[in-house]
């Protein structure tokens, strides 16, 4: 009767290299596993820069939309005026209908009774809303690179709409060098914008952007709308304080 060899039987050299083949085949593993970490983990930081380079910028767009806004809101209530107190009161009432001390008091916000701010729009959402009345976006147009139209002359199917971002607006009167901020006297104010996006389970993303105004002659009469983080209006060069934002 045949016998299988018993393992001290066999060669001593054999048995090496099925150890050797066994450990090799073990660091191939463990070198294809560290190689597939790796590219996850950059896969994973590049999609995660890419999505807070996308939320950065619909801050900064919805900041933008906001000031826009914010600046025919504050020319329509200045009117034929060339000082900006009365936008101050006119705000101040819509606000919690106490004039002058109608200012915004918040965490985080600069605004006290020595220099206070004055909300001009709230918290409104950042959309392009479909349909035919009040709406972002007119689906009748059929012409092609207009609204829902491609270059093509064919319908976007899947046209972007933001989620989760809006916007605020505030003004404040600038340092002009008199006592009190809310007594205009170089028809000067600063306009701030925050564009936010927010995020599930993280910190929302903001933008601000701020801007020096100058009225020099009422609506219609060509007065200036200022420069956007310093300088200032119409080639002039401001020597006042920038309002600050506390996180």
């Known amino acids: 009767m045949n ?3 018993s393992p001290s039987c066999v060669p001593t050299r054999q048995r090496s290299r099925r150890g050797f083949t066994l450990l090799l085949a073990m660091g191939l593993i463990a070198m294809t596993t560290v190689a597939v ?3 996850l983990r950059a896969v994973t930081t590049e ?7 996308r939320r950065a910028r619909e801050a900064f767009f919805a900041a933008e939309a906001g000031m826009a806004e914010a600046r025919v809101i504050v020319q329509a209530i200045v009117g034929d005026n060339q000082q900006y107190n009365g936008v101050f009161t006119e705000l101040g009432n819509q606000f919690n209908g106490t004039g002058l001390a109608g200012y915004v008091t918040e965490d985080g916000l600069p605004s006290r009774p020595a220099t206070p701010w004055f909300q001009v729009i709230p918290w409104t959402d950042y959309k392009m809303t479909r349909g035919t009345v009040g709406a972002g976006i007119d689906p009748g147009v059929s012409g092609a690179n ?4 491609g270059p093509d002359g064919v319908a976007i199917a899947d046209y ?6 809006r916007y605020r607006v505030f003004i404040v009167d600038d340092a002009d060098g008199d006592v009190s901020r809310t007594a205009d006297t170089n028809n000067q104010v ?3 914008s925050v564009g936010e996006v927010s995020s599930s389970g993280g910190q929302p993303y903001r933008t601000i952007v701020r801007s020096l105004v100058t009225n020099e002659n009422g609506v219609g009469g060509g007065g200036g709308y200022g420069t956007k983080l310093g300088g200032g209006s119409n080639g002039s060069t401001y020597a006042g304080t920038m309002p600050t934002w506390t996180p």
Not at 47 to 53: D, G, I
Not at 146 to 149: G, R, S, V
Request: aromatic fraction near 4%; charge should be negative; avoid cysteine.
């Open 3 to 5: 016998r299988l060899p």
């Open 37 to 39: 970490l790796v590219a």
């Open 47 to 53: 999609s995660n820069l890419q999505a807070h380079e």
């Open 146 to 149: 207009q609204e829902l139209i």
């Open 160 to 165: 972007p709409a933001p989620n989760n971002v």
């Open 190 to 192: 600063w306009i701030v």
